[in-house]
């Protein structure tokens, strides 16, 4: 008889008469992989949580969530934390805020009681290099993608050095590159297949789920619209909104968004000349660790650049000296004088001041004489309804918050924009949209684009020119077309390789 590692019956969700969940059932089998997909606001995230037992508490919850035998809405305290510690992993989506800015990245892998030495070993497990030297750093030493890969750590690293019976991953791929992206994947299916653990993946990205699950589960409005096999879900998907989820996929299978550009050496608005950049190395006195080695990298005017490679390669790095908010150890940096830069980060919410309605956070940059009608303005340009320009971050979602960023770094009428992973936080809906948002600002007001970003479907709709980058240094540049249909550099070959497509895993 299959062994029900959860089951989830009638849950309700009730947020003072929205309903995030409306009467879901679900069961996941030991050893089984459940890709849990759908839009922002589905509703996903809520039954991920109810799973974890830890349900907003400000909502009204009914149904059962059984794990392992305890119901985790309903059981005691000492049951629902017993489960959490021994039975339960957790992956969150934003790493940035689920680590503790206050403790050492090792710290936290083995906050659950496990040994430094499993949770090194764990941190190894899970793709990060030099894991010895990294279990002492804090967690704002580290990218975005390193962020993510402690946070995996943490969640495989029981106090028993046993993989927990399910693991509920909340986007855990999202920041991070293809390459360990693919390493992840691989991580999971191994741990399914050495300890018969479970795995709730909740994903935006259709492409990660056919790479890895038994069973896709579509998700809308609350309640589940589609479930079965991965193959049959994506082969032949049954429901109106599941095929609308696969249309608007980016694909590194899709066409190419934009023609092949060479850089005009006329029209610069970017320059960057033998960029080194030397970071302390934590508890090593006078040592430093080289980030950058000496990168060239130009932008023209009304170009798109897309800078891709690994977690930790320096693409962000370098795209902080661009914007000016970093010195360089060596180099040099050109821009125009009659305007500077303007970045647009990868967690848009984050960076948008939480107190501020967004229509003064624009205003900000104008001039007061043109305040009123520059920010309605501003707001149309990006697809947002003026009406919002009262709304605070926290009323928004988050394809809202990041039009709302893109609009406040138009306001200053910049001749680059830089962008950083803008589109990895987001479902493939949202994403294609604020992509062809930007190749339309591009097009329409010759704003040149520098875009950071792991996700090689992305930098294959927008971008002319690509640049590939490893261990700090720039090893193939040159137009997309030429790059993605003829790569030279073997580094580049792999991430073409690991690239995920909908082609389920046999």
């Not at 741990?191 to 994903?203: K, M, N």
């Not at 789920?209 to 409005?221: E, F």
Request: charged residues 20%; proline residues 6%.
């Amino acid at each position: 008889m299959t062994h029900i590692v959860a089951r989830v019956s009638g849950l309700v969700v009730d947020f003072g008469g929205r309903r995030a969940v409306d009467g879901v059932d679900l069961e996941i089998t030991a050893g089984e992989i459940v890709a849990l997909v759908g839009e922002s606001g589905s509703g996903k995230t809520v039954l991920g949580s109810c799973l974890l037992g830890l349900p907003a508490p400000h909502a009204s919850v009914g149904g059962t969530v059984e794990v392992d035998g305890v119901d985790m809405l309903t059981g005691s305290r000492a049951q629902r934390h017993r489960v959490r510690r021994h039975r339960l992993g957790a992956v969150f989506q934003d790493p940035l805020t689920s680590l503790d800015p206050t403790m050492r990245a090792g710290a936290q892998v083995c906050e659950r009681g496990a040994t430094p030495e499993r949770g090194v070993a764990a941190l190894e497990e899970c793709g990060v290099p030099e894991p010895g030297e990294r279990f002492h750093y804090w967690p704002h030493q580290l990218s975005g993608g390193l962020r993510q890969r402690v946070s995996i750590a943490g969640a495989i690293a029981t106090p028993t050095g046993e993989a927990p019976a399910l693991i509920v991953a909340d986007e855990p791929t999202t920041a991070l590159d293809v390459s360990v992206q693919a390493r992840v994947v691989a991580l999971f299916a191994r741990l399914r297949a050495e300890h018969g653990c479970s795995v709730l993946l909740i994903t935006h990205d259709l492409g990660v789920a056919a790479q890895i699950a038994d069973r896709i589960v579509v998700m809308s409005d609350g309640q589940i619209r589609e479930q079965g096999p991965a193959a049959a879900v994506l082969g032949a998907p049954k429901h109106p909104y599941t095929r609308r989820l696969l249309a608007s996929r980016l694909d590194i299978a899709g066409p190419f968004g934009v023609p092949d550009a060479s850089f005009d050496t006329a029209n610069e608005v970017l320059g960057m000349s033998g960029i080194v950049q030397d970071f302390p190395v934590p508890h090593r006195r006078r040592q430093t660790r080289r980030v950058l080695h000496g990168v060239d990298l130009s932008l023209a005017e009304g170009e798109s650049v897309a800078l891709v490679g690994e977690s930790g390669s320096g693409k962000s790095t370098l795209l902080r000296i661009a914007a000016g908010l970093q010195t360089p150890s060596a180099g040099s940096v050109r821009v125009p004088a009659d305007t500077r830069p303007q970045l647009i980060f990868q967690d848009a919410r984050a960076s948008l001041t939480p107190w501020m309605p967004i229509g003064r956070q624009i205003a900000e940059r104008l001039p007061r004489a043109e305040r009123g009608h520059r920010v309605a303005e501003l707001l149309r340009r990006v697809g947002l309804d003026p009406e919002l320009a009262g709304a605070r971050p926290g009323r928004l979602s988050g394809g809202q918050c990041q039009r709302a960023a893109i609009a406040r770094a138009l306001a200053s009428s910049p001749r680059v924009l830089l962008c950083d992973e803008p589109v990895s936080a987001l479902d493939a809906t949202l994403a294609a949209q604020v992509v062809d948002l930007l190749d339309e600002l591009r097009r329409t007001t010759g704003v040149a684009l520098l875009l950071v970003t792991h996700d090689l479907a992305v930098a294959k709709r927008i971008a002319g020119r690509v640049a590939v980058m490893t261990e700090g240094r720039i090893v193939e540049e040159g137009g997309v077309r030429e790059v993605f249909d003829a790569p030279r550099h073997d580094y580049t070959r792999s991430l073409l390789a690991a690239s995920p497509s909908l082609e389920v895993a046999s």
